[in-house]
């Protein structure tokens, strides 16, 4: 019921839209909204001490008029010029020749670029590396305190790196000994294999 109820009213008020329209745009003034009582009073006493208050509003006032034309605003808020630098750098880009060598970039050591500057108290990867790598050949010389001291870490941590983490070693055997190891195990293996019985026994 509700829904019929609804379509019938919008068909109500859209109903001679047009023509309602005509009438309202060729009246010659159209009907000021309703003022309230506190906005009439201050009208009534701004009326009483200046008659022609309601001709000047109405009227154009030149001297005022070039008074705004003389009057220029201009800022120097560095956001707006960093806006400002930033668009002509864009245009700049946008009219730079394209590359001519296609060729991918190289790509970082480790993987990403590596920081120019380090915070005291971090360090990159490959610092850490190299002091890790520096405590496993000579931990007597490269200690905690002394790679502490270094790089300006802390001791703390820098015990906990050393424990936790390790590189890997490469070791690449002398053929030599690869071959007289390959020569024992063979003499093991013909050593322990069964004789075979002789032919006809029981």
């Given at each position: ?118 915070t005291p108290g ?10 890790i790598n520096n ?68």
């Amino acid at each position: 019921m509700g829904k019929v109820m609804s379509m019938v009213a919008r068909k109500a008020n859209r109903f001679n839209a047009e023509n309602r329209a005509h009438r309202v745009i060729e009246r010659e003034k159209p009907t000021p909204a309703p003022k309230y009582e506190s906005n009439l009073r201050d009208m009534e006493r701004t009326l009483e001490l200046d008659p022609k208050f309601v001709d000047k509003l109405n009227k154009k006032d030149s001297v005022l008029d070039n008074r705004l034309k003389d009057v220029y605003v201009t800022s120097e808020d560095r956001y707006i010029q960093r806006v400002l630098d930033r668009q002509a750098a864009e245009a700049v880009k946008e009219e730079r020749p394209l590359p001519l060598e296609r060729k991918a970039p190289n790509d970082f050591e480790y993987g990403y670029q590596e920081p120019v500057r380090v915070t005291p108290g971090r360090c990159t990867l490959r610092q850490a590396l190299e002091f890790i790598n520096n405590h496993q050949l000579d931990a007597e010389t490269w200690t905690a305190k002394k790679i502490a001291d270094e790089y300006k870490l802390k001791q703390g941590h820098v015990e906990d790196i050393l424990q936790h983490f390790k590189t890997f070693s490469v070791y690449i055997p002398d053929q030599k000994y690869k071959d007289t190891l390959l020569t024992q195990a063979k003499q093991m293996v013909l050593k322990e294999r069964p004789s075979s019985p002789p032919e006809g026994s029981t």
